[in-house]
């Protein structure tokens, strides 16, 4: 019985400590498309900014250039967000022969990279156990 309780407490003390994450997205050519989120999490910055390997991912329409999204329940923690508008829906970024995107796309702090994405540092933020809100510009 102690056992239990012990466990009972200790997910509640988990639970306590989610927080929800709201996206502000923004950008021309949104409307009607369907938007891709990814966030990912410091436990793994190594997959910033994967196109299959992150922590949570959400797809939503957006009805007009502007879009705000919540993640709900994220433990407290160190995140990166990546955004892409999926033009044609088939699931993936798309990119031209160099490899430069041909959606338009963004991540949190609105980090950019100098030739090629930003690494997980620069696109990272803390979330605690009330809710956060982030502005991402799509370009």
């Given at each position: 019985?102690?056992?239990?309780?012990?466990?009972?407490?200790?997910?509640?003390?988990?639970?306590?400590?989610?927080?929800?994450?709201?996206?502000?997205?923004?950008?021309k050519?949104m409307?009607?498309?369907?938007?891709?989120?990814?966030v990912?999490?410091?436990?793994?910055?190594?997959q910033?900014?994967?196109?299959d390997?992150?922590?949570?991912?959400?797809?939503s329409?957006?009805?007009?250039?502007?879009?705000?999204?919540?993640?709900?329940?994220?433990?407290?923690?160190?995140?990166?967000?990546?955004v892409?508008?999926?033009n044609?829906r088939?699931?993936?970024?798309d990119?031209n022969?160099?490899?430069?995107?041909?959606?338009?796309y963004?991540f949190?702090?609105?980090a950019?990279?100098m030739?090629?994405?930003p690494?997980?540092?620069?696109?990272a933020?803390?979330?605690?156990e009330?809710?956060?809100?982030?502005?991402i510009?799509?370009?």
């Open positions: 019985m102690k056992y239990l309780m012990f466990i009972s407490t200790l997910l509640w003390v988990f639970a306590a400590q989610a927080g929800e994450l709201k996206l502000e997205l923004e950008g050519g409307a009607g498309n369907s938007i891709r989120v990814a990912y999490s410091a436990n793994a910055p190594e910033f900014p994967s196109d390997k992150f922590y949570r991912g959400i797809v329409e957006a009805a007009g250039d502007r879009l705000t999204v919540l993640i709900p329940d994220l433990p407290s923690g160190k995140y990166a967000v990546g892409y508008v999926d044609n088939n699931g993936r970024q990119k022969f160099f490899g430069v995107p041909k959606e338009k963004g949190s702090n609105d950019r990279g030739f090629g994405p690494d997980f540092a620069a696109a933020f803390d979330i605690g009330n809710a956060a809100t982030k502005s510009h799509l370009h």
